[in-house]
């Protein structure tokens, strides 16, 4: 781990606050296990085999993965149950194999073709039934009942599968506004699954296993009746996002990017860093009819406050150009050079985008 030194950020640079970090792993397991729920972080949002020692340290035993590059990445770092939390790809058939060969694998589904697939493994694995309860990206509609048991029977009866679940990404709750509007997500989301998993029926000597999970809810619920597993991820880091939701503080968030200033325009009250597309992502956030990239926070010695700079946000981004409106005053205060610390809208994206990061703390 490097220590924080100004001096040597010379362009964008991603900075994580491990104390930050270290305690938001700590209360999520903390959380699950007061709510008795299993915890199986998804490694997606850090992408960091040091990183995911900390989680190691904090109990972690079973993660989530989106891609089987980042499932190779984990298990040559020694993990051994490993969730690929994306639908199957046939394309992807003899990594699969080998990585099934090696770990306990899950897999996910969400149609009646991935069986060809799964019939083709020479090792066995365990396998997720991904369901839709209102985000609309991926998985069967919860209501398709019928269906969802036929396809669940027809899982279990291929020799290549032991254990068969449930899978939901309540996604929809990054548009929720608060606990109240988090809550009314969670609760009829999980009651969508409840009913689907009431009415499947398994062979003696299977259980349906139910895996749910994203970090608003799981952040901000105290619950999570019917569910044997949660799945958040951006809970490590946070990011402007969760907090413009409700579902961390200002403090929480442990990552920022530190930017440097390249161009000052006090008359329009701006100033433009190095830091743009490739470095923030494309999320954003509203704020005063603007989008809004990434928050300026208050800078410290050594990193951030657990504030805002009032007024201040990226609210233009080109590829390599940040366009940062500021209060009344301040551009004229800046210097080239001068660094900006901003979180980013979604520290998952901007994490995939750069990689490597300064940890201190």
């Known amino acids: 781990m490097s220590t924080l030194n100004w001096q040597h950020i010379t362009g964008p640079r991603i900075l994580v606050d491990t104390q930050r970090a270290k305690r938001n792993i ?29 989680f190691r340290e904090a109990g972690t035993q079973a993660i989530a993965v989106s891609s089987v590059t980042m499932a190779q990445q984990f298990e040559k770092a020694g993990w051994r149950d490993i969730m690929i939390a994306i639908p199957l790809n046939p394309r992807e058939l003899s990594a699969i194999n080998r990585l099934a ?17 799964l019939s083709r493994l020479s090792n066995p694995v365990d396998v997720m039934l991904e369901v839709d309860a209102g985000y609309g990206r991926t998985g069967l509609d919860c209501a398709q009942q019928e269906r969802i048991q036929a396809l669940a029977l027809s899982t279990l009866n291929l020799p290549q599968v032991k254990n068969i679940g449930l899978l939901l990404h309540a996604g929809n709750s990054y548009q929720a506004r608060g606990d109240d509007e988090i809550a009314q997500i969670h609760q009829q989301s999980l009651s969508q699954v409840r009913q689907l998993a009431d009415f499947i029926s398994l062979p003696d000597g299977h259980q349906l296993f139910i895996s749910v999970g994203d970090t608003p809810t799981c952040s901000r619920m105290k619950s999570f009746p019917g569910a044997d597993e949660i799945r958040p991820g951006n809970y490590v880091f946070y990011d402007l996002m969760q907090q413009h939701i409700g579902a961390c503080e200002w403090d929480d968030i442990a990552l920022t990017l530190a930017c440097p200033i390249i161009a000052r325009y006090p008359e329009r009250n701006e100033v433009v860093v190095h830091g743009g597309a490739v470095h923030f992502s494309k999320d954003y956030i509203q704020r005063d009819g603007a989008p809004c990239y990434g ?67």
């Not at 007061?34 to 850090?46: A, D, G, I, N, W």
């Not at 060969?101 to 009646?112: G, M, V, W």
């Not at 805002?308 to 050079?337: D, I, N, T, Y």
């Open 26 to 54: 700590q209360r999520m397991q903390a959380h699950a296990d007061s709510t008795s729920v299993s915890l199986r972080p998804h490694f997606k949002t850090h992408q960091s085999v040091d990183i995911g020692r900390w």
């Open 101 to 117: 060969a090696d770990t306990r694998l899950t897999l996910c589904i969400e149609h009646e073709d991935a069986l060809n697939t």
């Open 295 to 361: 928050q300026v926070m208050k800078m410290t010695d050594q990193g951030w406050a657990g504030e805002p700079v009032e007024g201040a946000f990226v609210h233009g981004l080109s590829q390599e150009h940040g366009k940062v409106r500021m209060p009344a005053g301040m551009a004229e205060q800046m210097q080239l050079g001068d660094l900006l610390v901003i979180a980013p809208a979604h520290s998952c994206l901007t994490m995939a985008a750069m990689r490597e990061f300064v940890a201190f703390g």
